[in-house]
């Protein structure tokens, strides 16, 4: 199995960096979240790694869902992953309801509130919503049991309308990178539920994988491609 973490970087060093710690502990493959108009690429992944699985996450932090819309149309074709945060209730539908959304982050982070008809649309539209780990990582005392109570609220939710989720450390640099067995007992400890951590984690690959075929010249709708015609 791939298994996948997602981390901030908006550099080559940066990356390479944390290609180099992301190997030691377990991973085959990185999620590069850039925020918008940054210098870097996916076409120059090649250049930075051969040997490592690299994707392209453009994480947009917009502050109305009009300039979401905007930004969506501007960096929809220029990565792997579109990643929306969320953060207020209007963006957590907004995300939820549009199609080329790839991952809704950060629904409660900020007092956003995520409900049941959030969720079902999330499955309607396959809009993953992310898991981001960071905060229970990062923090104690009641800041840390606000954020679990957040997480396992939206566990009860996406559960409960089977829609698709991911799951990362939200790794802002390469030493903030966990171990997937620490990510993986972490979940288990929250959610009481064994195969949550690895069905979120081969989510990111199994989007990212599918936004390829889309992006291929033949593609035309899923399930359809155009037909192959011979020179000969």
């Known amino acids: 199995m791939q298994r996948y973490e997602t981390i901030r970087a908006e550099d080559p060093q940066t990356i390479q960096q944390g290609i180099e710690f992301a190997s030691k502990i377990g991973y085959q493959g990185l999620i590069i979240r850039t925020p918008p108009g940054t210098d870097i690429h996916r076409e120059d992944f090649a250049e930075i790694s051969e040997d490592f699985n690299l994707v392209h996450a453009i994480e947009l932090r ?20 579109l990643v929306l945060r969320g953060a ?117 690959k199994k989007r990212a994988d599918r936004n390829s075929v889309r992006h291929d010249d033949d593609f035309i709708e899923p399930g359809v491609r155009k037909e192959y015609r011979s020179d000969e």
């Not at 917009?62 to 992953?81: F, H, N, T, V």
């Not at 007092?111 to 999330?122: E, I, T």
């Open 62 to 81: 917009p502050e109305s869902k009009e300039q979401a819309s905007g930004l969506i149309g501007q960096y929809r074709s220029e990565c792997d992953l």
């Open 88 to 204: 207020s209730s209007p963006l957590n539908r907004f995300a939820v309801e549009h199609e080329l959304i790839d991952v809704l982050s950060e629904p409660m982070i900020h007092g956003g509130d995520f409900n049941h008809v959030y969720a079902h649309a999330a499955n309607e539209n396959n809009v993953c919503i992310e898991f981001g780990l960071r905060p229970v990582l990062q923090t104690a005392g009641g800041s840390r049991v606000r954020h679990i109570q957040n997480l396992q609220k939206l566990y009860e939710l996406v559960q409960d309308a089977d829609a698709p989720y991911v799951v990362s450390g939200r790794a802002s640099s390469p030493f903030e990178l966990r171990g997937w067995r620490e990510l993986n007992a972490l979940c288990e400890h929250l959610f009481e539920d064994s195969g949550f951590f690895e069905t979120g984690i081969k989510q990111w």
